[in-house]
């Protein structure tokens, strides 16, 4: 498995967090907790969010053949954005 980069986020408040839980379960990908992984599709992704700093890391950690990391990066990067401007 290749390592791939971790994205970070900063300013996440709890509600915003919960915000980008809703989303994820609403695209059919159980997020349960401020750490953990979760897998769709082929697609593997790990997350860590830190209340006290209001940080969200997210990592690509497997994407199937026919789909490339920068694509899933952009794809979560255009989701936490979303979630931040609104």
Excluded at 2 to 10: D, E, G, I, L, N
Excluded at 51 to 74: G, M, Y
């Amino acid at each position: 498995m290749t390592a791939y980069a971790p994205q970070v986020f900063s300013s996440i408040t709890p509600a915003r967090f919960a915000k980008l839980i809703e989303k994820a379960r609403a695209a059919g990908i159980a997020i349960n907790g401020n750490n953990g992984r979760a897998a769709r599709m082929g697609v593997e992704v790990e997350w860590n969010y830190s209340e006290e700093k209001q940080e969200l890391i997210l990592t690509c950690l497997q994407t199937p053949f026919f789909v490339s990391t920068r694509d899933i990066n952009a794809k979560l990067h255009a989701l936490v954005n979303e979630t931040l401007t609104a």
